[in-house]
């Protein structure tokens, strides 16, 4: 009996001195208890115990009060530490998206989770990341960071003798001699069986095999048949294609479909215009027959698909000089050579024997230093650098180097360059799904 009373004696001053101590414990502030533990935890950090470091940690962070972001910055050291073993990197990516989505969310959290995925190859995650950083808080160091991976590009296998521009995620390609169609990953969407191939526009494009030419859907079905004496057709856009017609040139829709205008020569529309030949001279014409430049130069700039007219501006000819059209008059300095512009960015100029850009006022933007130069497709140009190409931004700096024997403009990503073994298409990672490096 005495014993019994005895351990009960024993257990009630346990249990007293449990009270005692809890007692103690509540009447400490929150952001005491989170000192304590973060004290605690940094102990068994500094002697590389982790495992045990993380319950104190992940504690003291559950507190709403003064310490709790210290107790988050302690706690990634330690998920960090322990990042190969199983569940903590989720933990750790977890905690970064809670601080991330905080009303006041510091840049360097943005950056810090970026740079975790970059380092394990997940680079749509990071520019995810950063784009939302970029967002959120606008700060200077997530946007360096963004621009210095944002060029990282990957090659696509295919190769071709030779390509187009890219035009809508498509591009037209020539393998042995004959044409089709490629998506913009390089891979053939319509074979190379053809002599002559337009662009897609919409669900068509124009062939021409043999003597015979006639519309092809997506699937390569014949769709529609010119008329037998059409011999030539140009690039077809806003449904309207021109066909080379006994010697005359006429637009007609993508039914072949013949307009009753007659031109000496045309080229294919952008937004609502193209380049046309009459009596010698060249003026650019509208889809309505209304001349928003009349046939009185010596030559309009068109690139290779035949496109002269983007952002509401266009070069025109006059004897050796170039000049540009804008805001419905002609700037007074001429140009020795000019590429088109394309739907947003600079147009590529030569002056003095060099190429620079302008903006579609005119205005000098990036220097006359290059050998040679395309106008900008998205936010890249390609330039001649000595006697290789590769690819500037808005601010002139050099972001794919030069290493390509020719080059053409960026669309939605991608790019054609031609390599030792070919033309190729190259695409920034960004833009591949579930791309890494």
Known sequence: MKKEIRILVGISCVALLFISWFTASESKSAAEKQLILIQKATDMMNEGIFIRAVPLLEEAAGYDAKYTLLAEEELKIAYLALIDKRGFSRKYLALLEKQINSKDALPHVFIEKAEYYLKVSKLQEAFKVMKRGIEKTGDENIVTLYENTRYIYEINRPVYENVTELYNNTIQVQLDGKWGIAGSDGNLIIPCVYDKISNFYKDRAVVQTNESIYAIDRENNKISVADKNVSDFNNLAD??????????????????????????????????????????????????????????????????MGRCFAQGVVFVRSGNSIFLFTNGAFLDEPFE?????????????????????????????????????????????????SE????????????????FHNAKSFFEGSAPVLTDRGWQIITLVEFKKGASL
């Open 239 to 304: 449904n309207r294609v021109s066909l080379l017609f006994n010697e005359n040139w006429i637009r007609a829709s993508g039914d072949f479909e013949l307009g009753t205008s007659i031109f000496e020569e045309i080229g294919m529309y952008s937004e609502g215009y193209a380049a046309a030949k009459i009596n010698g001279k060249w003026g650019v014409i509208g889809i309505t027959d209304k001349w928003l430049l009349p046939a009185e130069f010596d030559g309009i700039i068109l690139d290779e």
């Open 388 to 403: 290789h190409w590769g690819y500037i931004n808005k601010q002139g700096n050099v972001v794919i180097d030069a290493i």
């Open 337 to 385: 050579d000019a590429r088109p512009f394309n739907k947003e960015g600079y147009a590529a100029v030569k002056k003095n024997g060099k190429w620079g850009f302008i903006d579609t006022n005119g205005v000098p933007v990036i220097p006359f230093v290059f050998e040679g130069a395309m106008s900008f497709g998205q936010h890249l140009a390609a330039v001649k650098i």
